[in-house]
């Protein structure tokens, strides 16, 4: 009877702490940036965002410094070993430097990352991809792996005990929930992957960006074979550097093109993009500085 009890009592709780998941609203959290109004957040280059929808518990990204990014979280009252998985979008430090803290409070947690070559997340090569030209005359000692290599090498990890997915192609990973992959051809990202978080809701497709670094167009163009209706987009534009007609080009592309309902810039979108696209999207332009919460579709 008392293993009954103890066994009753345990579901019970596991049923509470699913009963609190799936009643959190839906809705995004920045934790991380580098402009805010939040009087208890830290700014700091870099991204990170929480996200809440249909009982999922999703961080996108995690900022640029483990100690920032360990402050945001509890300031803002977060718990990160409550996640179904963990969004990597990119390799680039602003975007991953808090992954030590995240795995010292969550080492076993499902975390999708981009399958690059050799790439700090890990991955495995069959050695006939860069072990081609063989020199049989050669010493046994000369050779690699004395002439005779395994089929798969495994490149070294970054973090060799956390649970990466590798992702290299655009997939769904829940029921309704997506990531994008994509790969710059932009020069100084030139073949960097980058994954991007879809969601689709009864009012059209949330889209959630890191840096967008294979270009936001493409993103988007990529995004709307899932649901061309899309309710918002949020995170970094990566036109921080562009010329202003060029700013100009793409808020206008965003709204009249792919008609967004709604969009809530950040990170490294730039500020001349900031003022074209709360100027081109007027009420639909949201702000989300670290610390704000931008509500999702019920």
Known sequence: MRHISLRALAVFILLLAHMAVAGTPNRVTILYDSFGKSPTLTMDWGFAALVDYGGKRILFDTGNNAQTFEHNVKAAGVDLQKLDFVVMSHRHGDHMGGLAYLLKVNPTVKIYAPKERSGVYGDDQPSSTWYRN??????????????????????????????????????????????????????????????????????????????????????VQEASAIDPHFNLLVGGLHQIHAPYPEVERIARVLRDQYKLDRIAPGHCTGEPEFAALKKTFGDHYLYAGVGSVVDLPK
């Open 134 to 219: 063989k020199d049989p005359s050669l010493p046994a000692e000369q050779r690699y792996y004395s002439g005779a290599p395994p089929e798969i090498i495994h490149m070294g990890e970054a973090w060799p005990s956390a649970n990466f997915q590798l992702i290299d192609k655009t997939i769904e990973i829940v029921p309704g929930m997506y990531l994008i992959a994509l790969v710059s051809d932009k020069p100084g990202t030139l073949e960097l992957r980058e994954l991007s978080l879809a969601i689709r809701t009864p009012d059209g497709l949330v889209l959630v960006v890191g840096c967008s670094h294979p270009g936001v167009e493409h993103i």
